[in-house]
Structures are given as structure tokens and as C-alpha cells.
């Protein structure tokens, strides 16, 4: 029984220091092998890979087995990472490929985006959560009228807080072509929601 109780121990103490770890050093881990880097890195960024697929493919299943090939990926090609972006940049490039590659696997031609699954602060009165709902589904059916390159910028920049540099990387495209597509796309957007009666929307 000791042995067991100190084992555990270990294993804690492991997992405590590898979530504290940065994600770089949990790739080079995962390089070597090590299982519960790979878990730590999972349960840190999975949430947002599957996020930013399901608003690519609007499928639950489908999102969620890319999430599954995308870890898979990061497991076996962890040696790859050279450095030159985020890990979480990383990851979403990888999330992106897989994701479009579904996609014309299913001859869809446009990227139709989910991209704002905003979820009411605990703390509103029930008139300020109707109010946020309602500009939301307003600010849904919006975004949802921006061309599938305008969606992305919007995505990665605004919902998933990505650089101007990370953007492009993920997308695969010099900086100053997603600074202008960014500009069109809030130029586009803002002359949607005064349409649709809305002046602002909180970031």
C-alpha cells in the first residue's frame, strides 16, 4: 500500500509540474514520449481548437473528430515545432488545414461560419441577458452575411484573439493582406448591424 500511495504521489506531483509547464516545453516533451504532457497540452487548448472547427464545419461530430486528428498530429510531429509562431498559433494552422480539407472532401464551397457563440455573463438581470442575447443573434446573422475570408479574419482577430502576424500564419497570408481584409470586414460588418439597427456591439 505505501507503494501505491507514493506512486500516486508522483504521479500528482508530474501532472502539477507539467501544468505549469509553457506549451513549448510540453511539446518538446511530448517529443520524447511523455503522456501526461500530451494530456496537459490537450486539456489546455482543446476547447478552443473544437470551437474554432465546429464554427468552420457546423458539425459536432465532425468537429469533434478533427479535434481528435489534429492531437493526434500534434502527438506524432511534436519534434516539428520549430518555434517560429505560438503553440496555440500552431495548432489552430493545423485545425484550419484539416478543417478545409473536410470541407472540399464534402464539396462545400463556402466556409460557413458559426461565429459567435457568446454565452450571457451569470450575473445579468433577465432585461440585460435578453438585450445581449438579442444583439447577439443580430451580430450572428451578420457576420453570417461576410464573405468566408472576411468570417475567418473576424474568427481568429476577434474571437479567438489571434495577432495580425498570428492571423496571417494561420491563414497562410502576408500581414498586410489580413490588415486589409480586416479593415473591409469591420467596414462591412459595422454597415450590416447599423442596418439591422445596432450602433456598437461590446467586444
Known amino acids: ?14 501532472i502539477v509540474a507539467a501544468r505549469a509547464t509553457s506549451d513549448e516545453m510540453l511539446l518538446k516533451s511530448i517529443s520524447g514520449g511523455d503522456r501526461t ?11 478552443r481548437v473544437y470551437r474554432f472547427v465546429l464554427r ?8 469533434e473528430d478533427l479535434v481528435s ?10 519534434a516539428q515545432f ?9 495548432l489552430l494552422s493545423i485545425a484550419r488545414f484539416k478543417a478545409l480539407t473536410a470541407l472540399r472532401q464534402r464539396k462545400h464551397e463556402d466556409i460557413d461560419q458559426d461565429d459567435v457563440l457568446e454565452i450571457a455573463d451569470g450575473a445579468d438581470t ?12 443580430i451580430l450572428r446573422a451578420c457576420v453570417a452575411k461576410l464573405s468566408p475570408a472576411h468570417r475567418e479574419i473576424i474568427n481568429l482577430v476577434y474571437y479567438h484573439e489571434k495577432s495580425v502576424e498570428e492571423a496571417g ?7 498586410s493582406t489580413v490588415k486589409t481584409r480586416m479593415f473591409y470586414a469591420r467596414k462591412q ?5 447599423r442596418g439591422a439597427g445596432v450602433d456598437t456591439v461590446a467586444a
Open 189 to 193: 460588418l459595422a454597415d450590416l448591424l
Open 69 to 78: 486528428q489534429v492531437f493526434l498530429d500534434v502527438w506524432r510531429t511534436a
Open 56 to 63: 468552420m464545419m457546423r458539425d459536432t461530430t465532425t468537429a
Open 82 to 90: 520549430e518555434g517560429r509562431s505560438q503553440v496555440s498559433t500552431w
Open 169 to 175: 500564419q494561420i491563414i497562410g497570408i502576408p500581414q
Open 37 to 47: 504532457a500530451m494530456h496537459v497540452l490537450y486539456s489546455r487548448h482543446n476547447v
Open 126 to 137: 433577465p432585461e440585460a441577458s435578453l438585450d445581449r442575447a438579442t444583439t447577439s443573434e
Open 1 to 14: 500500500m505505501p507503494n501505491v500511495i507514493a506512486i500516486n504521489a508522483a504521479a500528482k506531483k508530474n
